[in-house]
């Protein structure tokens, strides 16, 4: 799958589980267990779990289902692991995922999820092929993902540095990256393409919220989230930090400002 960010390393695993989960990716998951259509003897596919949430959510979700993750970062697969080990409904396992191809057998799961996965078109496309084989016939596909529009007004910011340096491949990197986001609409024909039925897509807006330019910059979700999504990793040189940094404090005066978060959360079942 192409990603937009790297594995986590160690140190990065834990920061992620203490500050990026409650900060960024609850929201995410709250929609994704929300989304769950109970089914007997629940077994469920987490594909790109990191740290594991909110595997203990979907558990409790489908009355003590058996989950089992993959992700391509060994500390986050053993920060995973040993959450779970605290967590006594909490059943399955947590493995180190190499390529594309999750290291779980096919046509196994009554579910599978993915939570914030940090993918790219083709990304996309290549993890509801993958559900598609995990699933077992009727089984269910839950997937929260960040929509277009998401992060807009630093990749504004971005571009507008752009257009006043005459950096054309900055801006077209920036700019492709944004319109590789689905629309919600987007987003229901990915998975129906890829052979699902019974697609439905909810929207909802969460804003980030900051304290203004050095609070966004501090913040973990922005460091390992935000700023790969924005940047599309491949790029050649790095965002214009400094720039954004003032930027964003002569905008909004220097105080707090909102970051849009826009949430698609596409359920689906296989045939």
């Not at 058996?66 to 967590?87: I, M, Q, T, W």
């Not at 939570?115 to 269910?140: K, T, W």
């Not at 900051?210 to 990793?233: C, H, K, S, T, Y």
Request: charged share 25%; aromatic share 8%; proline share 8%.
């Amino acid at each position: 799958m192409t990603f937009r960010s790297a594995p986590l390393t160690a140190a990065d695993a834990a920061i992620f589980e203490t500050f990026v989960v409650p900060r960024y990716l609850a929201p995410f998951g709250e929609l994704v267990v929300a989304a769950l259509v109970p089914a007997e003897s629940a077994q469920v596919a987490h594909v790109h779990c990191r740290t594991g949430h909110p595997d203990a959510e979907i558990a409790r979700r489908l009355g003590g289902a058996r989950v089992f993750g993959c992700d391509r970062s060994p500390f986050a697969v053993e920060l995973a692991r040993a959450k779970a080990s605290l967590v006594p409904e909490l059943a399955g396992d947590y493995l180190l995922a190499h390529g594309e191809r999750a290291p779980l057998p096919a046509a196994d799961f009554t579910h599978a999820v993915s939570v914030a996965p940090p993918l790219d078109a083709a990304g996309r496309a290549a993890l509801f092929a993958e559900i598609h084989r995990l699933l077992a016939p009727g089984g269910q596909l839950v997937v929260a993902l960040p929509l277009r529009d998401s992060f807009s007004e630093v990749a504004d910011l971005v571009r507008e540095h752009a257009v006043k340096q005459d950096d054309t491949a900055l801006d077209e990197r920036v700019a492709r990256a944004m319109d590789e986001r689905p629309t919600a609409e987007g987003l229901g024909a990915e998975v129906e393409r890829a052979g699902f039925a019974g697609v439905r897509v909810d929207v909802t807006d969460r804003p980030l919220s900051f304290a203004g330019a050095r609070a966004f910059f501090d913040d973990p979700a922005a460091r390992l989230v935000i700023i790969p999504e924005i940047a599309a990793d491949a790029a050649p040189a790095p965002l214009p930090i400094d720039y954004l940094r003032d930027a964003i404090d002569t905008y909004w005066g220097g105080g707090p400002f909102d970051l849009t978060l826009r949430i698609g959360c596409v359920s689906a079942t296989r045939g």
